[in-house]
């Protein structure tokens, strides 16, 4: 079956099955790698994107689901060239460890961070990462810079 879906702006046609999780044509037909399929059971966030603007868990999105929709991956909202503000934050803030959790961070914390999201307070910064798990830090970090973007944000 082939089922078309938008990727980071791009129309793409997908000869899958329609059960196929999302997480896996991103990786291996599309190659885009950051989102990490962790635990395939929808409680790290290590594989989120973005399925028409909202947060979601791609190991568990079957293909068909996202049939038509405007799918954004962590490799469409950050560039090495010109870091977005959420990216460039975590860096100034030191936030950044092993690195497995964090393509999910961005693509949460960019939901998050943009205006009227979310209320600018650990509490609310904090309640929305709820969904992304990481081992490596206390998370202090994380919301420090969450709530450096919403004070530069207009």
């Known amino acids: 079956m082939t089922i078309r ?41 290590a594989c989120m994107v973005l399925v028409d603007a909202v947060p979601t868990v791609s190991c568990l999105t079957p293909l068909v689901l996202a049939q038509g929709r405007d799918v954004e991956t962590v490799e469409g909202l950050t560039s090495a060239d010109s870091p977005m503000p959420v990216q460039a934050a975590l860096e100034e803030h030191d936030a950044v460890q092993c690195g497995m959790c964090f393509p999910g961070m961005v693509v949460t914390l960019t939901h998050l961070t943009t205006a009227g999201r979310c209320e600018p307070s650990r509490e609310a910064v904090k309640a929305g990462l709820v969904g992304n798990v990481c081992r490596c830090t206390g998370y202090e970090r994380i919301v420090d810079a969450a709530l450096a973007v919403m004070e530069d944000r207009p």
Do not use: S, Y
């Open 5 to 45: 879906l938008t990727v980071n702006g791009e129309e793409r046609d997908i000869a899958a099955a329609p059960m196929t999780p999302l997480v896996d044509v991103l990786r291996d037909t599309l190659h885009l790698t950051g989102a990490k399929p962790v635990c395939r059971e929808g409680f790290c966030g």
